[in-house]
């Protein structure tokens, strides 16, 4: 009986898997389908050969420290968008969403002055020790093309998370999956026309890759908005939204208190893990080449975990928004339990594939078992990842960003990047045993997040 009674802590019912499943399978679908295409753009710029693959590589890693910023901006005030959603207060996810324009216009001109000032000198510090001095030269000017034309696409690709994660936090997760099966479908046929050439239109190469990426953040953010204001009945907060784009003083103070924290430790993350790829670079071009291979499987396979995180946002922020804590947090339980399990069993899958991948790209055999090796470390990270990940989500559901932010950033720059900046410049480790060093520094925050989590310190209600 108690060891039935203990189980049922972890496994829920069949209606609470479909309730999980309506909100995470969109969310898996669309990054999964996301990663899944942006897995074959990575593959047709491989083709052409390892430099265009590592300016491409290089400069995503710095795209990607936007990115997260942007997610970071946004998540601040969707704690408050879900839980007003939770308790029915429209005008509230509204002036969330507003809170959302205003963060969302200041990070992207930022970012596009950052680049256009220092992209060239952001990008060579990921250029080091090739046997080829002419190698890390192309692969600055690979690099250097593809950035120009990305940084347009940084303004549609705000645009678009803004209402895509608004509709989300109000339990709508269908429209933002479509519209990015859409921009995917888009991205992949652009790639093949403009990369290689097709069709009569002239082979652009690394060019044709960032026009292609461009034109689909276009189409998806056009999908979004286009549904969002044609469907008002389904989605109260677009009547009167751009009205007045004011934000009442209490709440901007509230957003800014609680959502801080989580803007600054998404801005400090993301740029701690382009330091960790900056710490490994050192160890030559192959390296970067061979990570970036790497990355691109793992993202595929991580949308499993980072849909059950932002299940456990969205799920349990609005049970906490309802004011049901004691439901809030069985369901976290079993959101976390789920999410592991499922990444045991789909690291094993990766760690398969992991011979086979790498021998898709046109690149060296020293980066092909390189990129095996580490491929092979992911996948057995994997089930670590996705319990970190999901007591980061717990915490953030309930606003206590202050401590996701020592619990998430602070440890990447405190652990994560120290270790892996002695260890590449002062020891003679090789890539893949430095690489499993700094990987399983993770099992110390899987400790302090399993013990956060259950002190139960995030479970509060925000929205009173």
Known sequence: MKAG????????????????????????????????????????????????????????????????????????????????????????????????????????????FVFLVQGTPLITMYLHGSSDAGNVEQALYYGQQYLAIMMIGMIPFAIAQ???STLRECGETVVPMKAGIIAVCVNMCFNYILIFGKFGMPALGVQGAAIATLIARF??????????????????????????????????????????PLIINEALWAAGMAFMVQCYSVRGLSVVAALNISTTVSNVFNVVFLAMGNSIAILVGQLLGAGKQKEAKETDTKLIFASVMSCVFIGAFMAIIAPIFPQIYNTSDEVKQLARNLI?????????????????????????????????????????????????????LPMVSLYFCCQMADVVKCIIGYVLVKKGIWIQQLTV
């Open 5 to 112: 009674s203990r189980l049922n802590k972890f496994i829920g019912t069949k209606e609470f898997y479909k309730r999980v499943l309506r909100v995470a399978i969109p969310i898996m679908i669309q990054n999964g389908i996301t990663n899944f295409v942006s897995m074959l753009d990575n593959i047709m710029v491989g083709q052409i050969g390892t430099e265009q693959m590592s300016g491409v590589a290089i400069v995503n890693q710095l795209m990607y420290v936007f990115n997260v910023c942007i997610f970071g901006a946004i998540s601040g005030a969707g704690i408050f968008g879900a839980q007003y959603f939770g308790k029915g207060d429209h005008e509230g996810v509204r002036n969330s969403f507003r809170f959302k324009i205003w963060i969302c216009t200041l990070f992207t001109v930022i970012g596009i």
């Open 162 to 164: 803004m209402y895509s």
């Open 219 to 260: 189409a998806e953010c056009a999908v979004i908005i286009s549904w969002t204001h044609r469907h008002k009945d389904k989605n109260p907060f677009a009547v009167g939204l751009y009205k007045t784009l004011r934000i009442p003083r209490t709440l901007i103070m509230l957003i800014i208190k609680k959502g801080s």
């Open 376 to 428: 092979l470390i992911a996948a057995c990270c994997m089930p670590l990842a996705a319990f970190y990940h999901a007591a980061y989500f717990t915490l953030r559901s309930g606003g206590k960003t202050f401590v996701t932010f020592l619990f998430d950033s602070g440890f990447v720059w405190v652990v994560s990047i120290p270790l892996a900046y002695i260890l590449s410049r002062y020891t003679g």
